[in-house]
């Protein structure tokens, strides 16, 4: 039996992804801060789905514990067959702000986490010559929309970057680009998302789904569903400039819906 691990496994995405992987047949390890939800989670997947579920209470926010989570990645005895970092959260903090903590916390979980895991996870992989790693990202990356983009665009980047040093190893690296998807991820932030249409939310559940499909047929870049993946192309073919001018549209939005 493969096993996976997941990072923020107990809510939104991530736990679209567990759920998706237990119904595939993986084993499952996961990763998140609050205990109480961790063990509810575990308990329930294991309950439905005759699999093993791991717990491990981890804020990847710090340095010890990440390294905790590494460790568990480079296990030999027990080994991890498919990684998906996608703890996260939203990050609305100007950057011309004092206080600089929201940015170190973004940078610190969706930025050098996800880079310090991937490598523990694909230096055990390469050795066995296989393994999957799933990074999320996000369509954010393609905006140019403050701290939460310029770390979604790193983590695009780093994975495809991964993907090149991995190549011929027998380990896969995906970056997955989801838009806006209904989780706590909006009212955590404070963000109502009433000015985005409707039409626009993305089910987590067929996310988590269509992404390790892509994993499945070797994809590096994944964008779940039709309409996301014309956002992207679209937006990588407009000047920068109309880019820039998207973004200042789709925050001033923001704004004006966090003041009302
Ligand atoms: N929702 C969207 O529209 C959207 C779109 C594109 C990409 N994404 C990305 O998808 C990923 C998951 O977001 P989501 O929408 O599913 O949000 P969510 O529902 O708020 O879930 C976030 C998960 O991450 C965990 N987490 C947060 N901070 C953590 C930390 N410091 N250490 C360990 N675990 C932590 C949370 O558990 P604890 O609080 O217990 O730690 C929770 O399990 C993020 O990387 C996000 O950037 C989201």
Known sequence: MLTALVTGGTSGLGAA?????????????????????????????????????????????DREHVDRVA?????????????????????????LTEDFSPHDMGTDVMCRTVALLSGAAGRSMTQRGTGWIVNIASIAGCVTMGEYSAIKAYVTSMTESLAVELHGTGVQAT??????????????????????????????????DEALADVARGKVLSIPTLRYKAVYATLHHLPRPAVRWISRQVSGARKREQKA
């Open 17 to 61: 992804f567990a759920r998706s992987l237990a119904r595939k047949g993986f084993n499952l390890i996961l990763v998140a801060r609050n205990e109480d939800r961790l063990r509810e989670v575990a308990e329930q997947l294991a309950g439905e789905h005759g699999i093993h579920v791991e717990t491990m209470a981890a804020d990847l926010a």
């Open 71 to 95: 460790q568990r990645l480079a296990d030999p005895t027990q080994p991890v067959d498919l990684l998906v970092n996608n703890a996260g959260f939203s990050v609305g903090t100007p950057f």
């Open 175 to 208: 970056a997955v680009l989801p838009g806006w998807v209904r989780t706590e991820f909006h009212s955590r932030a404070g963000i109502a998302g009433s000015s985005i249409p409707n039409f626009m939310w993305l089910n987590a559940d067929q996310v988590a």
